[in-house]
């Protein structure tokens, strides 16, 4: 896969999956750009790309922010051809953190008790996807198309009473690449999501730390090693999945090899969703 002569776009790219999604777009030799709210992580890992690149403080919540941010991508690099739609969160402080020892989001009034935490989970993760590709489209349209990878999740295709907020933002992510996907492929841009299974990223840290305070049989663990139970007991593979995993095939879906795929969400997750 080669994207020399390409410019990309990670969101949420200073560490974790968008990390591993830089790296390998950078192996093929694109130029790359890193949005994150850690605009001291994103350069420290644009730096260590190996090919040209930046890292920005960009919140992608905000949709003057985002647009300045990709403003100043087109006027480094002269263009943009592949956004990646990886920043998002809230997983854990909302649905394990906040309801700890309720019996579910949608039980007991919680929901209507944490409006603010279920919009701002919308927002994290759907609201930062849609103003992304809004600032992005027009630059990739500009080159004759591209490729746009949206990092959706597994809790968006299957039921999760504890993780709704999330689920519904991630169902909310896959609905929306179906959407960009038929009305942007005249413009020859393409448009896939990626559903991640359990990758031990920052992210998880904290959810495990939370699965283990509601469950007394794994007090004694260490957050890692709830983690690996987890992944025993839910992966058919049985291995936990990796950012260079998604990495991959964000990849593989932004190269030429990828040029008749669109509107797809592919899970990357060793089987979980299989059951
Ligand atoms: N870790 C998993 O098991 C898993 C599984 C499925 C999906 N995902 C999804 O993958 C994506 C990346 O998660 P991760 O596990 O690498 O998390 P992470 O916390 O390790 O990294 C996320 C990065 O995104 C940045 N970010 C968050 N909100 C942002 C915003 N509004 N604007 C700019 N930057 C922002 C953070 O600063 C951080 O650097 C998320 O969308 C997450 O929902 C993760």
């Known amino acids: 896969m080669t994207f020399e002569g390409r410019v990309a ?16 777009l950078a192996a093929g030799g694109a130029k790359i750009a890193i949005f994150d709210l850690d605009g001291e992580a994103a350069e420290a890992t644009a730096a260590a790309l ?9 919140d992608c919540i905000e949709e003057t922010d985002v647009a300045a941010a990709t403003e100043k991508v087109v006027a480094r690099f002269g263009a943009i051809d592949i956004l990646a739609n990886n920043a998002g969160a809230g997983r854990g402080p909302i649905d394990l953190s906040q309801f700890q020892g ?10 209507s008790d944490n409006q603010a935490q279920w919009d701002l989970t919308l927002a994290q993760n759907l609201r930062t996807t849609f103003l992304a590709s809004k600032a992005a489209v027009p630059h990739i349209a500009a080159r004759g198309g591209g490729s746009i990878v949206n990092i959706a999740s597994i809790a968006g295709q299957v039921a999760s009473p504890t993780l709704a907020a999330y689920a519904a933002a991630k169902a909310g992510v896959i609905s929306l690449t179906r959407s960009m996907a038929l009305e942007l492929g005249p413009k020859g841009i393409r448009v896939n999501a990626i559903c991640p299974g359990f990758l031990w990223t920052r992210a998880w840290e904290g959810l495990a730390t939370s699965i283990q305070m509601s469950n007394p049989a794994m007090k004694d663990l260490t957050p890692r090693e709830v983690f690996l139970n987890v992944v025993k007991q839910g992966v058919p593979l049985g291995r ?10 964000a990849a593989f879906l932004s190269s030429d090899l990828g040029m008749n795929i669109t509107g ?7 089987g979980i969703t299989l059951r």
Not at 50 to 58: D, K, M, P, R, S
Not at 102 to 111: D, F, I, K, N, V
Not at 264 to 270: F, K, Y
């Open 102 to 111: 309720q019996e579910g989001l949608l039980r007991g009034g919680a929901l």
């Open 264 to 270: 797809q969400a592919i899970a990357v997750d060793g």
């Open 240 to 249: 936990e999945q990796t950012p260079a995993d998604i990495g991959n095939l």
């Open 9 to 24: 776009i990670v969101t949420g790219g200073a560490r974790g999956i968008g990390e591993g999604i830089a790296s390998a």
């Open 50 to 58: 190996g090919v040209e690149a930046i890292g920005l403080a960009v």
